[in-house]
T-cell receptor, first 114, second 112 residues
Framework: DAGVIQSPRHEVTEMGQEVTLRCKPI?????LFWYRQTMMRGLELLIY????????DSGMPEDRFSAKMPNASFSTLKIQPSEPRDSAVYFC????????????FGQGTRLTVV | GENVEQHPSTLSVQEGDSAVIKCTYS??????FPWYKQELGKRPQLIID?????GEKKDQRIAVTLNKTAKHFSLHITETQPEDSAVYFC???????????FGTGTRLQVTL
């Protein structure tokens, strides 16, 4: 298995533009997580899906952020409109079953909003 | 609220010495405590984890101890090597296990 696959690896966009980040979890994993990492705030959980259903989205900053998981092999995180303070590394991770099993992280997407 | 506190934030040791990183948690229902290592520019990766039915777990030079009464768990690295230099994160389920909350990270520097 190739592991958790994220795209793009890097994204530079102008303030106000829509940004879509993509994630393919490991086959057979039923849990998917979106994290944001910054120097100031560390690793923050944005949203957690189990069996394609959002379980906890309390970490989603505001209405500008939305996430979907239409099937077991694909998820998106969308920011519309983007702002400079959204600049961060966004990680997608998956686990076999929930938060008490190992989370395998993707390589991350480095987002820069100018 | 439910959180995970980690310290120290930075730690510098000489090669061959031991390093200890400690985390405290507030959710008494937590029962799973993983440690992740993140090298510069890379993704976090699990290095060891412990469940609440044991007090200690060891894997070569790495060990984790858990004190459920005091609500803290620690990562111990012995005979440190330069390749151990990285940021280490503890984590614990919070919010009735609806999320995995990470500590703020410890930057470990192993000097020659």
């Amino acid at each position: 298995d190739a592991g958790v696959i994220q795209s793009p690896r890097h994204e530079v966009t102008e303030m106000g533009q829509e940004v879509t980040l993509r994630c393919k979890p490991i086959s057979g994993h039923n849990s998917l997580f979106w994290y944001r990492q910054t120097m100031m705030r560390g690793l923050e959980l944005l949203i957690y899906f189990n069996n394609n259903v959002p379980i906890d989205d309390s970490g989603m900053p505001e209405d500008r952020f939305s996430a979907k998981m239409p099937n077991a092999s694909f998820s998106t995180l969308k920011i519309q409109p983007s702002e400079p303070r959204d600049s961060a590394v966004y990680f997608c991770a998956s686990s076999i079953n929930g938060v008490r099993t190992e989370a395998f992280f993707g390589q991350g997407t480095r987002l820069t909003v100018v | 609220g439910e959180n995970v506190e980690q310290h120290p934030s930075t730690l510098s040791v000489q090669e061959g010495d031991s390093a200890v990183i400690k985390c405290t948690y507030s959710d008494s229902a937590s029962n799973y405590f993983p440690w992740y290592k993140q090298e510069l520019g890379k993704r976090p990766q699990l290095i060891i984890d412990i469940r609440s039915n044991v007090g200690e777990k060891k894997d070569q030079r790495i060990a984790v101890t858990l004190n459920k009464t005091a609500k803290h768990f620690s990562l111990h690295i012995t005979e440190t090597q330069p390749e151990d230099s990285a940021v280490y994160f503890c984590a614990s389920p919070t919010g009735t296990a609806s999320k995995l909350t990470f500590g703020t990270g410890t930057r470990l520097q192993v000097t020659l």
